[in-house]
């Protein structure tokens, strides 16, 4: 992809197209603020580079039908998620429908080089299997804060070996087209605001809990991520003074208690103290437990899983809370790893925000399980990229 939208009209044009799918030309002016000539001029600009293509006649509206306006079926974006301990790779078309999307178990803590050697073998497994040819654009999360600007991990407390590592520069021209990197929350967000249960919110908290925690900001449609790009980081919020030792550096942070790292210790504790015999018995047969045995284990009816996932709900809800009463929001999305433990948990965070924050916030506030799963993070990856391919060069 090498042309890009000469000025906002055209950019606006795009992701509507975008987001919407094909439309005539009159339903796209019914869109955007601009008289007929002005609209035609655009839009056979864009014909002319390519962005878009004419895509059979539109219904009538009387009078003369129009040419449904769609965007060109050959463009390619690679959306790449990167987790704590698996990557995930999908290609999806121009209006962000994913055609393929692959996943691997990889340890991100093995350093940017082996996580990218999978990345790119995972990248030609895709375009061996004929879902595109190469890629117009890519866009990457890394589980940890970046500076937005550079795409560059800044500090990250889980992925040693990657501060300030050029993810952006590095995969640019081991993929050869342009390379977006956000937080992975950040593109969660954005993935379930495209195709999840926030398609009709402007104002909503996009919650993470996995291996870790972490909250994507979407305010008025826009990810916000603060001056420096570390907006959200709400793993490293302190819930017990003097607490437990944080990856971080830092003692008492919601991570050190919740998320899948501190659940898996937690269950290993209730199983080689006892108290969980549901816990002991699947560590003995399978090695070390995970936040998935927690969650069988709780739906046997555990008692000691079940209460594991209500102190961790009622932790986060606490967080929640906070933001909830600060930042006010439409909706509360929880997604990630960890959301297998299903309505235990969500019960347990609405509880603790319903109860601690004001009535004028949480009166119509949804608290929802994210609606997409693994795929919120590379739809999201796509979308990001996509914006920046949408805007004016």
Known sequence: MTARPANAHQARLLRLLRDDGPNSRAQLGDRVELSRSKLAVEVDRLLETGLVVADGLAASRGGRRSHNIRLAPALRFLGVDIG????????TNAELEVLGHLTQPMDVREGPVAVFEQVLALSAKLKASGVAEGFDGAGIGVPGPVRF??????????????????VREAL???????????????????????AGVARTSQDFLFVKIGTGIGCGIVVGGEVYRGTTGSAGDIGHIQVEPDGRACACGNHGCLEAYFGGAALARDATDAAQDGTSPELAARMAAGGPLTAADVAVAAASGDAAALDLIRAGG???????????????????????GVTGLGHTLLAAIRTQVYRQSLPLATGNLPIVLGELGQASGVTGAARLISDHLFSPA
């Open 84 to 91: 704590a301990t698996s990557v995930d790779v999908a290609v």
């Open 149 to 166: 600007p550079e795409g560059v991990p800044v500090a990250p407390p889980i992925m040693p070996g990657w501060d300030g590592f050029p």
């Open 172 to 194: 640019s021209q081991e993929l050869g087209c342009p390379v977006m990197v956000d937080n992975d929350v950040n593109l969660m967000a954005m993935g379930e605001q495209h």
């Open 314 to 336: 009622t932790r986060t809800g606490q967080v929640i809370a906070g933001l909830v009463s600060f930042f006010n929001p439409g909706l509360v999305v929880i997604g990630g």
